[in-house]
């Protein structure tokens, strides 16, 4: 199915509006955690969960998005998501602690969870295929504009009003993109479709959601050891019985045969692993800034801009460099550079030079954005017609509960330091943010050995896919 040029001009708009404001909330909040603690009567090292509540449910309604769109249409579908991701950011903004924000973040979620899946599979039933490349490629623009201008409008907004505004200004935009909806989104749907792998979802919705739980549990839930011990055994209990279901399921999420891609499987292992280190980095550079070093909330939010440049323009470099070297050697000595990057906010002190600062943050930008752009290219590389789709919603939902593992893990570590150092002192507190950075580091460290198992040849390159999250 094809639109006319100036109807598929505009539904391009309503999409990229639809992932902006997913990929702006999704970094905007990382600034304004200090000032929400404060006015919540909440320790600022105990906010992870307003950040995880928003990333594991979109991991989770990840994989039910094709087929509620393909059930009830996309525009339908879409326009739910815009009003729950609207409402989410009211009861966000009116939330008087931080159980309500949490919920409020999930309703949130629910809504941001469908907007770029939803989208996308409207563009790509709807845009002739010799353009589809160049209408992602557009769409793609504000999944780097939202977290450029996200950590700065927070700490600004924060500073200048309250952080209640930082998801008050959802609501016109999201009142446009209801009323753009219906004129523009085509209802698109899928005759003769299978039926939902009901039982496979929650399977594997219950073991993220378990797994999350008893990782955050160590820091911000006060669950004892036999809690988090019960959870864990639970959510990796449920993510097995998920996998031999799918075995014996015609039409499970996710086919086995995916994982018989090595590629695939390595990109996938390679994306958790990794972005378990270094997706908590967002999360952790505003808190150091704010907790540790004095900063202001605009200053540290001004001060994630130089992540975002350096990681816009190492795009362009990106393909040449796996092309001269390949795949493994690329993501191999990377991911070493992204870990040694992450370690180095270890030696961070208030009393260097702000250039030493900015030359990190730049070092980590650039690194960071190359490891994303070489971790979904051969995650995708060798995926046929048949199992594209499949394959990017599985990494998309590889990418949001990495991101919700990483601050977690991140958490319950500066929780640990936490109890060593002490938090009695600015010069505690900021040893315990040292340590973290560099145990987090030492996590990404690791994960180059999931790389060196690629094979050497492989150095073709195809088209990044947009991340679900808007990082890189």
């Known amino acids: 199915m094809a639109t006319s040029e100036s109807p598929r001009k505009s539904l391009l708009w309503l999409v990229a509006v639809g992932f902006f404001m997913q990929t702006l909330d999704a970094t905007i909040i990382n600034t304004a955690l200090p000032a929400m603690a404060a006015s919540l009567g909440e320790s600022p090292l105990r906010m992870q969960s307003v950040v995880v509540a928003y990333a594991l449910t979109m991991a989770m309604l990840i994989p039910a998005s094709g087929w509620l769109a393909d059930r009830f249409g996309t525009r339908r579908v879409f326009f739910c998501a815009i009003i729950l991701f609207v409402a989410g950011s009211v009861l966000c903004a009116m939330s008087r602690d931080i159980r309500q924000l949490v919920a409020a973040r999930v309703v949130q979620g629910l809504g941001g969870a469908l907007l770029l899946p939803v989208g996308r599979l409207a563009l790509l039933r709807s845009v002739p295929r010799a353009e589809f490349l160049a209408a992602m490629s557009f769409v793609a623009i504000p999944g780097l504009v939202g977290p450029l201008l996200g950590?700065?409008?927070?700490?600004?907004?924060?500073?200048?009003?309250?952080?209640?505004?930082?998801?008050?200004?959802?609501?016109?935009?999201?009142?446009?993109?209801?009323?753009?909806?219906?004129?523009?989104?085509?209802?698109?749907?899928?005759?003769?479709?299978?039926?939902?792998?009901?039982?496979?979802?929650?399977?594997?919705?219950?073991?993220?959601?378990?797994?999350?739980?008893?990782?955050?549990?160590?820091?911000?839930?006060?669950?004892?050891?036999?809690?988090?011990?019960?959870?864990?055994?639970?959510?990796?209990?449920?993510?097995?019985?998920?996998?031999?279901?799918?075995?014996?399921?015609?039409?499970?999420?996710?086919?086995?045969?995916?994982?018989?891609?090595?590629?695939?499987?390595?990109?996938?292992?390679?994306?958790?692993?990794?972005?378990?280190?270094?997706?908590?980095?967002?999360?952790?550079?505003?808190?150091?800034?704010?907790?540790?070093?004095?900063?202001?909330?605009?200053?540290?939010?001004?001060?994630?801009?130089?992540?975002?440049?350096?990681?816009?323009?190492?795009?362009?470099?990106?393909?040449?460099?796996?092309?001269?070297?390949?795949?493994?050697?690329?993501?191999?000595?990377?991911?070493?550079l992204v870990g040694l990057s992450m370690a180095s906010f270890g030696l961070a002190t208030p009393e260097q030079p702000i250039t030493l600062h900015i030359v990190q943050l730049v070092i980590f930008g650039a690194v960071n954005s190359l490891q994303f752009t070489a971790m979904n290219t051969i995650t995708l590389k060798d995926l046929d017609g048949s199992m594209a789709s499949a394959g990017n919603s599985l990494l998309s939902m590889v990418q949001m509960l990495a991101m919700s593992l990483g601050v977690a893990v991140a958490s319950a570590v500066l929780a640990g330091y936490t109890g060593i150092f002490g938090n009695a002192t600015p010069l505690a507190t900021l040893h315990a943010f040292e340590a973290t950075f560099a145990s987090m580091g030492l996590i990404t460290l690791a994960s180059a050995l999931i790389f060196w198992n690629l094979p050497p040849e492989a150095r073709a390159v195809q088209p990044a896919q947009p991340e679900v999250s808007g990082q890189g």
């Open 151 to 336: 950590p700065t409008l927070g700490g600004w907004l924060v500073q200048y009003a309250s952080w209640h505004w930082i998801f008050l200004i959802n609501v016109p935009v999201g009142l446009v993109g209801c009323f753009a909806t219906l004129r523009i989104m085509p209802d698109l749907r899928l005759t003769g479709q299978h039926r939902f792998d009901g039982v496979g979802y929650a399977l594997l919705a219950f073991g993220m959601v378990a797994i999350s739980l008893a990782i955050d549990g160590v820091s911000g839930l006060g669950l004892r050891q036999a809690g988090v011990l019960v959870l864990l055994v639970f959510g990796f209990a449920s993510i097995t019985a998920y996998w031999l279901h799918a075995v014996r399921r015609p039409y499970p999420l996710f086919e086995p045969a995916l994982f018989g891609i090595p590629t695939l499987s390595i990109g996938l292992l390679g994306n958790l692993f990794c972005r378990l280190g270094s997706g908590c980095m967002p999360f952790l550079v505003p808190l150091l800034l704010q907790v540790s070093m004095g900063y202001s909330p605009l200053h540290a939010g001004l001060m994630m801009l130089p992540i975002a440049l350096a990681g816009m323009s190492m795009k362009r470099f990106a393909t040449p460099l796996i092309k001269r070297n390949g795949y493994r050697r690329v993501l191999v000595v990377n991911t070493s």
